[in-house]
């Protein structure tokens, strides 16, 4: 990048700073990406534990006749 910023006519010096900030902004853009990629796959899992469970549970009358 810093080639690049330089070939634009910046001098070296001046060329590295956007080139640093740059770099930064692709990184924090990369980790936010996989951060909501993780946070999909955790609530992915979670739903597929989850419904097993709901399937087992059973179904109660609401109505009708009390044991006793």
Wanted: with cysteine.
């Amino acid at each position: 990048m810093t080639k690049s910023f330089v070939a634009q006519g910046s001098s070296l010096v001046q060329a590295q700073q956007p080139a640093i900030q740059w770099v930064g902004q692709q990184v924090q853009s990369q980790a936010a990406f996989l951060a909501y990629v993780d946070a999909s796959w955790v609530l992915m899992l979670r739903s597929l534990a989850a419904a097993p469970l709901a399937l087992a549970l059973r179904t109660i009358k609401l109505c009708g006749p009390v044991r006793g």
